[in-house]
């Protein structure tokens, strides 16, 4: 847990930069984003950089799913270079409530009431085997809280170069049926979005 929690607040220092206005979409049960390949800046030292071209959003009932696929198969040698993806969860679909996502730190992403990452397995090195997901509180302030759960879910097998992660349903507080605002973040692209994909409703299953 406490791993987790100090992964996410490497992420949100990551670089600032402005956030463009954020597209608006229709309530989805699947959402996918498509990205190219090599907007990324690597981290000095990491001959095996985490560069997203695809993310997944979809739900099964009690899980929210977060597939990520990536150019290659990372070998992250510190819980820093495991960073898959971020994500931000505007669980009541309410702006006025929650907080700033990402820490404030990329523009005005308000509404924030959870974040989660995904992390790649570390291996000594070696190629990732597996992802998690964690889940992390946000207070009205935008601060991010210790890690609430470890989404109550099993590590997940990565398939090829797609990794993923669980989120339980109860760690959101939320229900099937119930509509939810997600935002992803590409957490090694420091272009002038930051990585931002953008906000999608997401209905749950």
Do not use: C, W
Not at 109 to 115: H, L, N, Q
Not at 160 to 168: D, E
């Amino acid at each position: 847990m406490k791993r987790q929690t100090l992964a996410f607040a490497l992420a949100a220092a990551l670089g600032a930069f402005p956030l463009l206005a954020a597209e608006k979409s229709a309530a989805k049960t699947k959402v996918v984003f498509e990205d190219p390949a090599g907007d990324i800046t690597p981290d000095e030292g990491d001959a095996h950089p985490v560069d997203v071209v695809k993310v997944e959003l979809s739900s099964d009932g009690k899980f929210i799913l977060v597939d990520v696929t990536l150019t290659e198969v990372p070998q992250p040698k510190s819980i820093f270079q495991a960073l898959v993806l971020g994500v931000a969860f505007d669980s009541d679909n309410n702006v006025k409530t929650g907080g700033a996502g990402f820490g404030g730190m990329y523009g005005n992403v308000p509404g924030i009431d959870f974040e989660s990452e995904i992390l790649a397995s570390v291996e000594d090195g070696g190629p990732s085997k597996s992802a998690a997901a964690s889940v992390i509180g946000v207070d009205a302030k935008g601060n991010q809280s210790s890690v609430l759960y470890s989404s109550d879910a099993p590590v997940m097998l990565a398939k090829g170069k797609v990794y993923s992660g669980k989120i339980a349903y109860e760690s959101l507080g939320v229900k099937p049926g119930q509509t939810i605002r997600v935002i992803a973040r590409e957490l090694t692209d420091r272009g002038e979005k930051s990585g931002m994909f953008p906000d999608a409703l997401l209905t749950l299953q």
